[in-house]
């Protein structure tokens, strides 16, 4: 049974850094693996992918050149700079078994874990 559990949510300034934690269990092979958040009153969107086995990672606008996605099928990192209050946000990990046809749908097939809250003030 596939299994994702987050930490290192918390609340910050703006301008301050966080680094949220992935931890996967329960797979036989390296999982693709996606950061996702869902602010208040939004809809859950997708930050950051990539392949654990290696190669290009993914991210969208807003974030890009501020978040950092890494780590290996066990663990999986996304290292969060230059926070903004609208980056406030539960953060969720997502895991998948084939390459999603459209990474940032969180409709696509994902395992998830529950969440870590980041609140940024300004």
């Known amino acids: 049974q596939v299994q994702l559990v987050e930490s290192g949510g918390g609340s910050v300034q703006a301008g301050g850094s966080l680094k949220l934690s992935c931890k996967v269990s329960?797979?036989?092979?390296?999982?693709?693996v996606a950061w996702f958040r869902q602010g208040p009153g939004k809809e859950r969107e997708g930050v950051a992918f990539?392949?654990?086995?290696?190669?290009p990672r993914y991210y969208s606008d807003p974030v890009k050149g501020r978040f950092t996605i890494s780590g290996d099928g066990a663990e999986v990192f996304l290292e969060m700079t230059g926070l903004k209050p609208e980056d406030t946000a539960t953060y969720y990990c997502?895991?998948?078994?084939?390459?999603?046809?459209?990474?940032?749908?969180?409709?696509?097939?994902?395992?998830w874990g529950q969440g870590t809250q980041v609140t940024v003030s300004s």
């Open positions: 997502a895991a998948a078994f084939n390459w999603p046809r459209n990474w940032r749908d969180p409709q696509s097939p994902y395992y």
């Open positions: 329960g797979y036989t092979y390296n999982p693709y």
């Open positions: 990539m392949d654990t086995n290696g190669g």
